[in-house]
């Protein structure tokens, strides 16, 4: 049934599944809170508005960059890998983080066409720095957009010093603003580095059995992705060689990060929902793939109510 739904791309998928973010948002919300005003009720629906957008975003990037077979297991896995750390808490707050990221890596795979080349650099430097108030370490994500810059471009060249630009455009603005209110400290908060939470100590039990299931996946996934690789052309292959080392990038970025808010844990999922489709487009048995398919589902919504 999983594997008749999302093998082909359809509209109907995306009301399914936002209707099944919403639902398991809702609840796992309920969950964790007993505060039902209509403050709860807003803020719950504009996450879940939010992490549809990121959704759509993610239908888009995969469409435009050719990283599935016309299908939507993309989003599903999107939509099971989310609903697996709902156990965060996760607000808005937790959630544009995400979004900025998404924006970025959008742009930055968009890298292998010519067309407004020097928009999508500054586009996706823009975003990236937006994104480093909310964690410091999206910084990071400039690794994978000057690692795609040289995979497309070549060799270093003025076209570098774009994102320079780009993130002073954001950063001189705030910081005026900050100087002259005599907010210099708010300014300097931003990109304070946190040294108390590098432990995995600090996860939950349910983060920690996310994090290794995932992890197994991812390498398990890798396989079948990096077998592929060989099939596709080189603009493609460095497209998806680009998901790679997202993947990993965001891992780091979580290690890093202060691990106890939702916001860290979320920005691998996009890179992982990619990696995640690899096996099921290279699979052929369909009972088995059902099965597989059905297992990760009931393994992330057990993770909420474990």
């Given at each position: 049934m999983i594997t008749s739904l999302f093998?082909?791309?359809k509209p109907f998928n995306f009301l399914i599944l936002g209707f099944v973010l919403t639902v398991a948002l809702l609840w796992s919300q309920l969950r964790y809170t007993e505060d039902t005003d209509f403050t709860f009720f807003s803020n719950t629906f504009f996450s879940a508005f939010l992490l549809f957008f990121c959704l759509?975003?993610?239908?888009?990037?995969?469409?435009?960059?050719?990283?599935?077979?016309?299908?939507?297991?993309?989003?599903?896995?999107?939509?099971?890998?989310?609903?697996?750390?709902?156990?965060?808490?996760?607000?808005?707050?937790?959630?544009?983080?995400?979004?900025?990221?998404?924006?970025?890596v959008r742009r930055i795979l968009a890298f292998r066409t010519t067309v407004d080349?020097?928009?999508?650099?500054?586009?996706?430097?823009?975003?990236?720095?937006?994104?480093?108030?909310?964690?410091?370490?999206?910084?990071l994500f400039f690794v994978l957009l000057y690692l795609a810059l040289l995979d497309f471009n070549g060799a270093p060249s003025r076209l570098w010093l774009i994102p320079l630009i780009a993130s002073f455009s954001v950063l001189f603005?705030?910081?005026?603003?900050?100087?002259?209110?005599?907010?210099?400290?708010?300014?300097?908060?931003?990109?304070?580095?946190?040294?108390?939470?590098?432990?995995?100590?600090?996860?939950?039990?349910?983060?920690?059995?996310?994090?290794?299931?995932?992890?197994?996946?991812?390498?398990?996934?890798?396989?079948?992705?990096?077998?592929?690789?060989?099939?596709?052309?080189?603009?493609?292959k460095k497209t998806r060689q680009h998901i790679v080392v997202g993947y990993f990038i965001s891992l780091a970025v979580y290690f890093l990060s202060h691990q106890v808010h939702p916001d860290v844990i979320l920005l691998m999922i996009p890179f992982l929902s990619v990696l995640s489709v690899a096996f099921v487009e290279d699979y052929k048995k369909k009972l088995m793939l059902e099965s597989y398919l059905f297992l990760i589902l009931i393994g992330m919504i057990g993770l909420v109510f474990w």
């Open positions: 093998g082909k791309s759509w975003l993610l239908e888009f990037i995969t469409y435009k960059n050719r990283l599935t077979q016309n299908n939507h297991f993309a989003l599903f896995f999107f939509v099971c890998y989310l609903i697996g750390v709902m156990h965060l808490n996760i607000e808005p707050d937790a959630i544009w983080p995400l979004i900025f990221v998404v924006l970025a080349f020097r928009q999508k650099i500054f586009d996706a430097a823009f975003w990236l720095t937006v994104g480093m108030f909310f964690n410091f370490w999206i910084i603005p705030v910081f005026a603003y900050c100087f002259l209110f005599d907010k210099i400290d708010h300014f300097t908060n931003f990109f304070t580095i946190d040294t108390t939470n590098y432990s995995v100590i600090w996860m939950n039990h349910k983060t920690f059995w996310f994090m290794v299931i995932t992890f197994c996946m991812a390498l398990f996934s890798l396989y079948f992705y990096v077998k592929k690789l060989k099939l596709k052309a080189s603009n493609q």
